[in-house]
């Protein structure tokens, strides 16, 4: 399995910005062809936020659209979201997650995943 550790998150205004990194350990990183950000808001359950895969093909969720980017690094081992324009209800514990898969196409489900990391708090104030 691949280690990943986030990093990046904070406390930021509605309309403001910040990029998550998500670095991975313990295995090439790109083995882990297929990489997911998620988030847990308070009381809620775990939900999709974007994912990418080999392929460099993209998904989001509605949601976020148009708002955040998905984006990867392999000589950097990492795997960042460009949040920007964010909203009160973007608070959540943010998560990066890791699957080694060969799909062309992003998966969005948490169980398909097979890495996790420990999540870093996102807060936007109103």
């Known amino acids: 399995q691949v280690q990943l550790v986030e990093s990046g998150g904070g406390l930021v205004q509605a309309g403001g910005s910040l990029r998550l990194s998500c670095a991975a350990s313990?295995?090439?990183?790109?083995?882990?062809?297929?990489m997911g950000w998620f988030r847990q808001a308070p009381g809620k359950e775990r939900e999709f936020v974007a994912a990418i895969a080999w392929s460099g093909n993209r998904i989001y969720e509605d949601s976020v659209k148009g708002r955040f980017t998905i984006s990867r690094d392999n000589a950097k081992n990492t795997v960042y979201l460009q949040m920007n324009a964010l909203k009160p209800e973007d608070t959540a514990v943010y998560y990066c997650?890791?699957?080694?898969?060969?799909?062309?196409?992003?998966?969005?489900?948490?169980?398909?995943?097979?890495?996790w990391g420990q999540g870093t708090l996102v807060t936007v104030s109103s």
């Open positions: 997650a890791a699957k080694s898969s060969s799909a062309t196409a992003p998966l969005r489900t948490a169980p398909q995943y097979d890495s």
């Open positions: 313990g295995r090439t990183f790109s083995s882990y062809n297929m």
